[in-house]
Nanobody, 124 residues
Framework: QVQLAESGGDSVQAGDSLRLSCAVS????????MGWFRQAPGKEREFIAA????????NYAESVKDRFTISGDAAQNTVYLQMNSLKPEDTAVYYC?????????????????WGQGTQVTVSS
């Protein structure tokens, strides 16, 4: 069983950058497709980004494409989400997740393992 622990959430100003980390334990993250979702107050949890197990493919939600980058460090067994040009609408709890499916799914029900989340607040 894999365990996921997010860190790096903070309160920042619009236009700032932030990097979230997801420490993976129990198994190498390369054994999974890794992803990030976020959930704003009163809204559904939404897909943000995904990374294939070998790190060769990525997928992004349109709302964050060209601003966010997902990557992984096998030596650290950690997955990152680099967030640039942050906007107030990016305010949410960000969750790291993993799935054994071999395709990128934007449906939260296809993702089997979840971290506890980390809060990102962006002020205008």
């Amino acid at each position: 069983q894999v365990q996921l622990a997010e860190s790096g959430g903070d309160s920042v100003q619009a236009g700032d950058s932030l990097r979230l980390s997801c420490a993976v334990s129990g198994r190498p993250f390369s054994a999974y497709v890794m992803g990030w979702f976020r959930q704003a107050p009163g809204k559904e949890r939404e897909f943000i980004a995904a990374l294939s197990g070998r790190g060769s493919s990525t997928n992004y939600a349109e709302s964050v494409k060209d601003r966010f980058t997902i990557s992984g460090d096998a030596a650290q067994n950690t997955v990152y989400l680099q967030m640039n040009s942050l906007k107030p609408e990016d305010t949410a709890v960000y969750y790291c997740t993993a799935t054994t499916l071999v395709f990128f799914s934007t449906n939260r029900r296809d993702w089997y393992f979840w971290g506890q989340g980390t809060q990102v607040t962006v002020s205008s």
